[in-house]
């Protein structure tokens, strides 16, 4: 099977319309991506997924590609994105359905199975542990990382300083960024971390330079780069400017545990996951559903592309263990 199987759709939720890709038929798998990406993401999984006897959909995450992008800053807030997802569950004809994330995907994913057991019944959780809510709220905690350099975190929240720096070379800066998380092109153990930004800095400064990891060719690049060009930045920044309205959202889900059956799948060369990992050593508490963990060696955090057959056969063989 290939994209070229695929459906596309426009659904209707909150924020407006939310695009949906569709492949297969079966049980209901939502795909949700992460940052600076777009449905595009999952590729390699909707025909993986349909030929193995499900409904695989991707969707774009509000803020991205062809879904709507409200104004309102505080329109990307999780619990917003939680019903977007629900809506789409409810538009395909369903009642429930899998969830499997990548990156900010996976966090929204844990919180859909976390605020909607009625829907989610299963989370799949790529590259970023799960982390119940709690402890100090967020900005103050980025705010205190790197000492005199700033994390990339705090640096996206503020409003417009990071469309500055890649609104003028969008192409040129989801390369470098792309490069600079992958396992094949990131800096070398001992240079300055890309996560963090100097004093009167950018990101970009720390950025490799004219090289593209092994799963990115120029065309898929030109897909990334086209959706980004078309509708800027902001809608996706707009997710890390909603980090402390998030914490107060969820407060009633203070160390909540995640239930349903899961399973993560970490790069063994990704900060999400090495930095994460007592996140991931609290699992029997945090994730009691747990039904597998794989940690990818030399993989770093694009983990659905870098390492797309691997990833297809976790996913696949973890859907098939699941109570139907």
Same mark, same amino acid.
């Given at each position: 099977?290939?994209?070229?199987?695929?459906?596309?759709?426009?659904?209707?939720?909150?924020?407006?319309?939310?695009?949906?890709?569709?492949?297969?038929?079966?049980?209901?798998?939502?795909?949700?991506?992460?940052?600076?990406?777009?449905?595009?993401?999952?590729?390699?999984?909707?025909?993986?997924?349909? $030929? +193995? *006897?499900?409904?695989? #959909?991707?969707?774009?995450? @509000? %803020?991205?590609? &062809?879904? /709507?992008?409200?104004?309102?800053?505080?329109?990307?807030?999780?619990?917003?994105?939680?019903?977007?997802?629900?809506?789409?569950?409810?538009?395909?004809?369903?009642?429930?359905?899998?969830?499997?994330?990548?990156?900010?995907?996976?966090?929204?994913?844990?919180?859909?199975?976390?605020?909607?057991?009625?829907?989610?019944? $299963? +989370? *799949?959780?790529?590259? #970023?542990?799960?982390?119940? @809510? %709690?402890?100090? &709220?967020? /900005?103050?905690?980025?705010?205190?990382?790197?000492?005199?350099?700033?994390?990339?975190?705090?640096?996206?929240?503020?409003?417009?300083?990071?469309?500055?720096?890649?609104?003028?070379?969008?192409?040129?800066?989801?390369?470098?960024?792309?490069?600079?998380?992958?396992?094949?092109?990131?800096?070398?153990?001992?240079?300055?971390?890309?996560?963090?930004?100097?004093?009167?800095?950018?990101? @970009?400064?720390?950025?490799?330079?004219?090289?593209?990891?092994?799963?990115?060719?120029?065309?898929?690049?030109?897909?990334?780069?086209?959706?980004?060009?078309?509708?800027?930045?902001?809608?996706?920044?707009?997710?890390?400017?909603?980090?402390?309205?998030?914490?107060?959202?969820?407060?009633?889900?203070?160390?909540?545990?995640?239930?349903?059956?899961?399973?993560?799948?970490?790069?063994?060369?990704?900060?999400?996951?090495?930095?994460?990992?007592?996140?991931?050593?609290?699992?029997?508490?945090?994730?009691?559903?747990?039904?597998?963990?794989?940690?990818?060696?030399?993989?770093?955090?694009?983990?659905?592309?870098?390492?797309?057959?691997?990833?297809?056969?976790?996913?696949?063989?973890?859907?098939?263990?699941?109570?139907?």
């Amino acid at each position: 099977m290939s994209l070229e199987k695929v459906t596309h759709r426009l659904v209707l939720s909150s924020a407006g319309r939310i695009h949906v890709v569709e492949q297969g038929n079966g049980p209901l798998v939502l795909l949700v991506h992460g940052f600076p990406e777009s449905w595009y993401s999952w590729r390699h999984q909707l025909p993986a997924l349909a $030929a +193995a *006897g499900y409904r695989a #959909v991707a969707v774009d995450v @509000r %803020g991205y590609g &062809r879904s /709507s992008k409200p104004a309102d800053v505080a329109a990307y807030r999780m619990l917003e994105l939680v019903e977007d997802n629900v809506a789409v569950v409810r538009a395909l004809g369903e009642r429930t359905a899998m969830i499997v994330g990548h990156d900010w995907g996976a966090t929204i994913a844990a919180d859909s199975a976390l605020v909607r057991p009625d829907v989610f019944r $299963a +989370a *799949g959780l790529l590259s #970023v542990p799960y982390a119940p @809510r %709690g402890g100090p &709220r967020p /900005s103050e905690v980025f705010a205190k990382m790197g000492g005199e350099e700033e994390f990339y975190v705090s640096y996206f929240q503020a409003p417009g300083r990071p469309e500055a720096e890649i609104e003028p070379d969008v192409r040129g800066w989801l390369a470098g960024f792309y490069a600079a998380l992958s396992a094949d092109t990131m800096p070398p153990q001992g240079a300055p971390d890309p996560h963090f930004v100097s004093p009167g800095g950018t990101l @970009r400064d720390r950025f490799p330079a004219d090289r593209l990891p092994r799963w990115l060719s120029e065309d898929d690049l030109d897909v990334y780069a086209g959706e980004f060009e078309r509708t800027g930045m902001t809608g996706a920044l707009n997710r890390y400017r909603n980090m402390d309205r998030d914490w107060e959202d969820l407060a009633a889900f203070d160390g909540a545990p995640v239930t349903q059956p899961s399973l993560f799948i970490g790069g063994g060369l990704d900060a999400s996951t090495t930095w994460m990992a007592d996140a991931v050593e609290a699992y029997p508490a945090t994730l009691p559903g747990l039904l597998a963990t794989h940690l990818l060696d030399g993989c770093g955090h694009w983990i659905q592309q870098e390492r797309s057959e691997e990833v297809n056969e976790i996913l696949t063989g973890w859907l098939a263990s699941l109570p139907t």
